[in-house]
């Protein structure tokens, strides 16, 4: 396994903080059409002794989801991101299915530890209060999409783009809904369940269609035993968001510090080694610390520093037997 990171914003100074932590892998945000920009991307991550190893957000997939791409140009432009990272030997395209929407929280100010904040969704409070970070388009739109529609376009996707990252030696993972909703203002939710993603793989099996598990949304589905939910999923888990989150299921629930949920994460990740998982697991969302009251909700970067010595260590101790009695 290997500790992977965001780093937000993409600077010289998070660059070096990465590389003394240990981080070994480095997501990018799609930055936009051809190769260059992912190229100068991947140098200045190289020069660091790391590795540019994923593309996730902003990817040009919006009219996709809702069946309206209809001159193939979002395809398109996809399959040439594939096809450049394939060039450049990026392995790992993150994808997600929200539809109108990116993530999607009503609080971003909830207390944790020491006065810590975190985001929090509550599905009450969601009709005035709910923003939807990170997202491309920024706005939710009013169209209703159904689940049908929402499968039927993902089908069709898949099996346009499966065949393209096959040959590029790319993986597609596929992100759940966050929340998880079965379906948020006006818009069905489909990757919402363990049950939805043994879907996903099967529309077109291949091991270059898989799963990121967001372990923070699957803890937020509610009732879900994450170490053995890992071992179902298992081969098909190419990517890992690491994080954690408390609540009564995806109405309600509130993030947490990647130490402080009520997920037992060593045995989550003793579950990752044990399926024989391999790629990048990067620190998600994490808690905003004293002093980043202007941040990005979930993107600031204290909270990343202790997240990586935190993961580094489980990671670290998932590779000692535990001994015995
Ligand atoms: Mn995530």
């Avoid at 939710?189 to 270059?208: K, Q, T, W």
């Avoid at 098909?236 to 009520?262: K, L, M, S, W």
Wanted: aromatic content about 8%; overall charge negative; glycine content about 12%.
């Amino acid at each position: 396994m290997r500790l992977a990171s965001v780093l937000t914003p993409f600077n010289d100074e998070n660059l070096a903080l990465a590389a003394q932590c240990g981080v070994e892998d480095i997501t990018v945000r799609y930055p936009g059409p051809g190769l260059e920009p992912l190229r100068s991307f991947q140098d200045r991550v190289a020069a660091r002794g790391m590795r540019l190893a994923a593309v996730e957000g902003f990817l040009p997939i919006e009219k996709i989801k809702l069946g309206r791409d209809t001159d193939g140009a979002e395809l398109a432009e996809l399959a040439a991101l594939v096809e450049n990272m394939g060039r450049l030997g990026i392995p790992i395209l993150c994808t997600n299915f929200m539809a109108g929407t990116d993530w999607v929280r009503t609080r971003l100010d909830v207390p944790e530890r020491g006065g810590a904040t975190v985001t929090a969704f509550s599905l009450s409070e969601a009709a005035n209060r709910a923003r939807s970070l990170n997202s491309a388009s920024g706005e939710i739109d009013g169209t209703p999409v159904s689940a049908a529609e929402l499968w039927e376009n993902l089908g069709s996707l898949l099996r346009e783009i499966v065949p393209v990252a096959e040959k590029a030696g790319v993986y597609l993972a596929m992100h759940p809904d966050d929340p998880p909703l079965s379906e948020f203002r006006g818009k069905a939710r489909i990757l919402n369940s363990v049950d939805a993603f043994e879907r996903l793989v099967s529309l077109v099996p291949s091991p270059h269609n898989g799963v990121c598990f967001c372990q923070g949304s699957f803890a937020s589905m509610g009732g879900l035993d994450i170490p053995a939910t890992i071992r179902r999923l298992g081969k098909h888990i190419r990517y890992v968001h690491f994080r954690d989150a408390r609540g009564d299921g995806p109405g309600d629930f509130v993030e947490t510090f990647h130490d402080n949920g009520p997920t037992d994460m060593a045995a989550a990740m003793r579950a990752y080694r044990g399926i024989g998982f391999d790629g990048p697991i990067r620190a998600d969302h994490v808690p905003r610390l004293h002093g980043e009251d202007d941040g990005e909700p979930g993107y600031t970067m204290k909270g990343r520093l202790f997240a990586w010595g935190y993961i580094r260590g489980l990671i670290q101790a998932s590779m000692t037997p535990t001994p015995g009695p």
